[in-house]
C-alpha cells in the first residue's frame, strides 16, 4: 500500500514533492504450513499403502484428516504463498491440497457404494490423476532447484510416488503401489524437515536447520515499488 504526502491546499505541487510512503506487508512463510500438511497426510496414506497399517475401514477412517490437514491447511498455505509471489509454493500447494480435498470427497463416496469400490489396486480413474499430478510436480521439482535443496528433495519423492502410483492403479499391480507408499513416506519425511528448517529459520533470524539454498536463485530487491503489489515481500526464506 502506498499513501502519498500531499497538501490539498496546495494544488501547484509537482509530482515530484511527492514523498511516497510504503506500508509493509510482512507474513510468515506459507509453506511451514503447508508442508507440514503435506508431511502428515502423506506420511498416513502412504503407511497405508505401504501395508504398515491397514484395514478395510483404514482409509475411510484416515480420510477426514487428510482432507482438512492436508487439503484445507495446504491449499490455504497456497493462496498465502500467492500472496507472498511464490510461484512454487503456490503451484505445489494449491495442486496437492486441492487433491488432498477431492481424496476425501471420493473416499467418502466409495465408502457409500456410489461409484462402487474398485476391486484390488487396479484403479484407471485415480491413475490417470496421478499421471496429472505427476506431470505438475516434476515440473515444480525443477523450478524449486533455484530455490533450494530441502525442497527439492521434498518434490523429487513427491513426483515419483505420484509417478509410480499412476502406474501401478493403472496395471493394476500391487507391489508398484506398495512402493510408490514408501517413496511418499520420504517425502513426507523430507517435508517434515523442510518445514521445521523453515519455521526455525524465522523464529531464530537465521538458517538453524540447513535448507541448502541454491547459488542459482534469481537476486531480487525485497520490496520492489511498481512491480506487482508494493509492499509485499518476495518470497519466504
Not at 484428516?65 to 511464490?86: H, P, S, T, V
Request: overall charge negative; some cysteine.
Amino acid at each position: 500500500m502506498i499513501n502519498e504526502d500531499v497538501d490539498a491546499t496546495s494544488p501547484s505541487l509537482s509530482r515530484d514533492d511527492v514523498q511516497p510512503r510504503v506500508f509493509l506487508q510482512p507474513i510468515a512463510a506459507p509453506s511451514i504450513l503447508g508442508l507440514y500438511g503435506l508431511a502428515g497426510a502423506t506420511f498416513m496414506v502412504a503407511a497405508q499403502m505401504a501395508h504398515w497399517l491397514g484395514s478395510s475401514d483404514t482409509m475411510l477412517l484416515l480420510v477426514p484428516f487428510a482432507a482438512i490437514f492436508g487439503g484445507l491447511a495446504q491449499f490455504l498455505a497456497g493462496m498465502w504463498a500467492y500472496k507472498a509471489r511464490d510461484g512454487v509454493a503456490t503451484a505445489v500447494h494449491g495442486v496437492w491440497g486441492a487433491f488432498w480435498m477431492a481424496f476425501g470427497i471420493l473416499a467418502l463416496l466409495l465408502a457409500n457404494g456410489k461409484p462402487p469400490m474398485p476391486a484390488g489396486p487396479l484403479f484407471p480413474e485415480l491413475g490417470y490423476w496421478f499421471i496429472v499430478l505427476a506431470a505438475i510436480t516434476w515440473v515444480c521439482t525443477a523450478a524449486a532447484t533455484a530455490e533450494n535443496k530441502a525442497l527439492v528433495t521434498v518434490l523429487v519423492f513427491l513426483a515419483a510416488g505420484s509417478t509410480t502410483s499412476a502406474i501401478g492403479l493403472l496395471l493394476g499391480t500391487e507391489d508398484l503401489v506398495i512402493l510408490s507408499g514408501y517413496l511418499f513416506l520420504v517425502c513426507a519425511i523430507a517435508s517434515w524437515y523442510t518445514a521445521s528448517a523453515l519455521m526455525l529459520s524465522e523464529a531464530f533470524g537465521r538458517e538453524v536447520w540447513s535448507l541448502g539454498k541454491s547459488t542459482y536463485s534469481k537476486q531480487m530487491a525485497p520490496i520492489a515499488l511498481g512491480t506487482g503489489e508494493p509492499g509485499v515481500i518476495r518470497g519466504q526464506a
